[in-house]
């Protein structure tokens, strides 16, 4: 079973531009979570999408939005970056029991100049 | 709201002592609490949850007990292992259905020969 595919791995912007960051899920998980994570405020999380509804939001500004599709991918986007979006950001999908573990991707690492 | 607070590491150990990574959390009612580790290069993936208050979350010799009467779920390994070397993060899902996942800051474990 393929696990979670994050695309891409690597991105580096310049303050002002927008990103989109992409996320596959396991095969059949509808469930898919976003976190930030940085090394001073460690792993910060961003929202959590179910079939395609958005289920649960954390404490990020409006600039950081997300989607989720009818086979389950994921994108999130940030718009009008500022250096402090600088981090590694993490998706993770699970199946859809109450304590269903999360299956996490390996992130993309995004650089904002 | 919730929320986990973990001890600060970095935490430097030689191979084969004691383990304890000091987990406490803030909730309403009886949430999920899980332990998640992070190998370098590499994402996220559950080591040990437990559900209720009084269970014990055990897995490659690590283990944590639910303490609702102190709000812990502190983590300990008996002997630890150069490979036991990652960052390790406390985790918890509120006690109602939907909720999210919340991690810790997370702690980093550096194991010597």
């Known amino acids: 079973k393929a696990g979670v595919t994050q695309t891409p791995r690597y991105l580096i912007k310049t303050r002002g531009q927008q990103v989109t960051l992409s996320c596959s899920p396991i095969?059949?998980?509808?469930?898919v979570s976003w976190y930030q994570q940085t090394p001073g405020q460690g792993l910060q999380f961003l929202f959590e999408y179910f079939s395609e509804t958005q289920r649960n939001k954390g404490n990020f500004p409006g600039r950081f939005s997300g989607r989720q599709f009818s086979n389950s991918r994921s994108e999130m986007n940030v718009s009008t970056l500022e250096l402090g979006d600088s981090a590694l950001y993490l998706c993770?999908?699970?199946?859809?029991?109450?304590?269903?573990?999360?299956?996490f991707g390996s992130g993309t690492q995004l650089s904002v100049l | 709201g919730n929320s986990v607070t973990q001890m600060e590491g970095p935490v430097t150990l030689s191979e084969e002592a004691f383990l304890t990574i000091n987990c406490t959390y803030t909730a309403t009612g009886y949430p999920s609490l899980f332990w998640y580790v992070q190998y370098p290069g590499e994402g996220l993936q559950l080591l040990l949850k437990a559900t209720k208050a009084d269970d014990k979350g055990s897995n490659k010799g690590f283990e944590a007990t639910y303490r609702k009467e102190t709000t812990s779920f502190h983590l300990e390994k008996g002997s630890v292992q150069v490979s036991d070397s990652a960052v390790y993060f406390c985790?918890?899902?509120?006690?109602?259905?939907?909720?999210?996942?919340?991690f810790g800051k997370g702690t980093t474990l550096s194991v010597s020969s």
């Open positions: 985790a918890l899902r509120g006690a109602q259905a939907g909720t999210a996942l919340i």
């Open positions: 993770a999908s699970s199946g859809t029991g109450k304590d269903e573990k999360l299956f």
């Open positions: 095969s059949g998980h509808r469930s």
